[in-house]
């Protein structure tokens, strides 16, 4: 059953191995044939949140807090870091799963497409890519690790959420992180306000969420349908349904018509079918998630092309992910993850998601379509989860520069 038109994007075709055979382009098919309601089954019980298996974060293993607070509008909005273990690779399962994607570091062939994801930043780039590969094999290799050695043998994984303070008094807490006790970081919360609203930025940031909705049951939750599965399957959602679906109009409308007098307004990014991206504008801020991974001028999740030049150890795996995901060949623009344009692909893996993309290839002018609408948007600066704080002119060029492939014209 092939699509009616080919993938306007040239990009690699993902791999899934199982004794060493690649299956992708088998499962790609059965997954295409399954009714919607089995196969969003299938993605939900694979990507739901491990409530067994929780990464711990930087108090279970060190008794230090794992959060770092800034504040962006004095009084009204601030932006919180959370740090926890890299289950990527202290985690068997989770090292499993990622070498079935093609993702284990020790393999010939990933080795190589690091080198060259390295090649296109010159050759010291690649010299210390050789360095990481040789220490990121060490820890792929090593199969138990104390809590202490989960934070000082490799750098955390590191999320932030966004707090924002809403005009009544209350927050919105965009990208929910765990709220502990320890440390003080729940009190601090308590004394900015009560959580009256939680927006689930991406669908695939779910993990604290279990624990963030058994705290504050009362608040609003805000976010997609993906989301709401994932969460119902871990039993987390304390009405076993959104309260708003920010991908559904009339929903929609009805949320910001509330959420209007707070000061607030909620953008969705309609045809962002794998991470489901639902953004907020507060104080002049746009808040944002999942969609950018380099900037306009090649920054990297928040770090300084200044910086980056610096080559920290600190930074390794960050690296190696950019060289096997982000960089040229390896990515056709050398700005978004290569998954991204692969997720979108109707003829090949977009088939395995929760939504798949229109036959027709129009789900790609559709998100084209909104992120016009995005730029357009009132706001005069951008705050990310995985990127840092920039002006607008800087998100609006950076969004360009990662997505105009979607149609081939400029977003701006």
């Known amino acids: 059953m092939p699509a009616t038109v080919p993938f306007h994007v040239e990009v690699e075709k993902m791999k899934m191995k199982m004794v060493g055979l690649n299956v992708a382009p088998m499962m790609m098919k059965m997954m295409d044939l399954l009714p ?68 284990d570091w020790t393999q010939p062939d990933v080795k190589a497409m690091v080198l060259a994801g390295a ?49 009544s008094g209350g ?17 601090w919360l308590n004394s900015l306000g009560k959580v009256e609203y939680l927006v689930v930025a991406s669908s695939f940031h779910t993990l604290s969420l279990p624990a963030v909705l058994a705290r504050y049951p009362e608040a609003v939750v805000i976010g997609a349908p993906q989301a709401e599965a994932k969460l119902n399957h871990v039993n987390a959602l304390v009405r076993k349904q959104l309260d708003y679906n920010s991908f559904d109009s009339e929903s929609l409308q009805n949320v ?44 990297c999740m928040g770090v300084s092309n200044e910086e980056w030049l610096e080559f920290k150890d600190k930074h390794r795996m960050l690296r190696l992910f950019k060289f096997l ?3 040229k060949p ?43 609408g995005v730029l357009k948007e009132d706001f005069t600066s951008a705050a990310g989860v995985h990127a840092g704080v920039m002006n607008r002119e800087k998100f609006r060029k950076s969004i360009d520069v990662t997505w105009k492939w979607l149609d081939g014209k400029p977003l701006l």
């Open 36 to 103: 919607d309601k089995t196969r969003q089954a299938f993605s939900t019980k694979q990507h739901a949140p491990n409530l067994s298996a929780s990464p711990l974060d930087k108090w279970d293993c060190l008794k230090e807090s794992p959060y770092e607070t800034k504040e962006l509008v004095e009084g009204k909005l601030w932006k919180v870091t959370y740090a926890m273990e890299d289950k990527g690779l202290t985690d068997a399962t989770a090292k499993k799963k990622a070498k079935s994607f093609g993702m």
């Open 256 to 299: 910001n018509s509330t959420l209007e007098k707070e000061g607030v307004k909620i953008v969705p990014v309609p045809g962002d079918l794998l991470t489901n991206v639902t953004m907020v504008i507060a104080h002049g801020f746009i808040l944002t998630c999942d969609l950018l991974y380099t900037l306009d001028e090649g920054e």
């Open 330 to 372: 390896n990515s056709p623009n050398g700005h978004l993850a290569k998954y991204r344009f692969m997720f979108m692909d109707h003829t090949g893996m977009g088939l395995m998601g929760y939504d798949k993309p229109a036959k027709d290839g129009s789900t790609c002018s559709t998100m084209a379509t909104s992120l016009r």
């Open 171 to 187: 927050l919105l807490l965009y990208a929910p992180t765990r709220v502990r006790d320890e440390a003080g970081f729940a009190e």
């Open 119 to 167: 090649a296109s930043e010159g050759e010291k780039a690649v010299e210390i890519a050789k360095k990481d590969l040789e220490e990121v094999e060490k820890l792929w290799n090593k199969t138990e690790y104390s809590l202490e050695e989960k934070f000082t043998l490799m750098q955390p994984s590191v999320v932030s959420m966004l707090v924002v303070k809403l005009n």
């Open 325 to 327: 995901n982000i960089n």
